[in-house]
């Protein structure tokens, strides 16, 4: 079974540019995620799709961050513009439907604005 | 608010040695319980979790972990540790009627010879 597969793995940017991640869940998950981790930090939940619809993003920057997942597969988390405080990597997971808690990850894009 | 606690930031210890990692969590609703571990410039993978039922729970790498209601703890053990399980380790909670993961800080595990 194939894992979450993100892109790019390592992304370097100025602040005030814009980027996108991209992330593909596991064949099958209708759960996805996408988690914040700062340095020193645990993994923080930006938002929560059920399918293509959005279950939880209230701790997401509406300000400059936006995430959509087209056809509920694929994702696309998107900062615009970025702040030096957006450096930090991004993780995508993906599970079963609620009532299967384990979610599975991804290996994660690190991002640098400088 | 839910928080998630892990009370150390380092753990070293001598390879073949016993260790502990510890977790505290604050809730007022049930919990699921997650130990993950992160190695260097990879995601994280699931070591083991409570769900229900007994207390000790068993995961994979020989870890174990055991959940105590009235403490609030989920601890972290393994008997003898290997140079391979350096990493960064880390404690989470999800609520009863919801899939979202509140995580510690992490606790990085350095295993010496």
């Known amino acids: 079974e194939a894992g979450v597969a993100q892109s790019p793995r390592y992304k370097i940017i100025e602040k005030r540019q814009s980027v996108a991640f991209w992330c593909n869940p596991i064949s099958g998950h209708a759960t996805l995620y996408w988690y914040q981790q700062i340095l020193g930090q645990g993994p923080k939940l930006l938002i929560q799709?059920?399918?293509?619809?959005?279950?939880?993003d209230s701790q997401l920057p509406k300000d400059r961050f936006s995430a959509e997942r087209l056809k509920g597969v694929d994702s696309t988390l998107k900062i615009q513009p970025a702040k030096l405080e957006d450096s930090a990597v991004y993780l995508c997971a993906s599970s079963w439907p609620l009532g299967r808690y384990e979610q599975y990850f991804g290996p994660g894009t690190r991002l640098t604005v400088t | 608010a839910q928080s998630v606690t892990q009370l150390d930031s380092q753990v070293p210890v001598f390879e073949e040695a016993p260790v502990e990692l510890r977790c505290n969590y604050s809730?007022?609703?049930?919990?699921?319980l997650f130990w993950y571990v992160q190695y260097p410039n990879q995601g994280l993978q699931l070591l083991l979790k409570?769900?229900?039922?007994?207390?000790l729970v068993k995961g994979i790498n020989g870890f174990e972990a055991e959940f105590n209601k009235s403490q609030t703890s989920f601890h972290l053990r393994k008997p003898s540790v290997h140079i391979s399980d350096t990493a960064e380790y880390f404690c989470a909670v999800s609520f009863k009627y919801g899939n979202k993961l509140v995580f510690g800080a992490g606790t990085i595990l350095r295993v010496k010879s």
């Open positions: 799709f059920q399918n293509n619809g959005v279950v939880d």
């Open positions: 409570y769900l229900s039922g007994s207390t």
């Open positions: 809730s007022s609703v049930s919990v699921y």
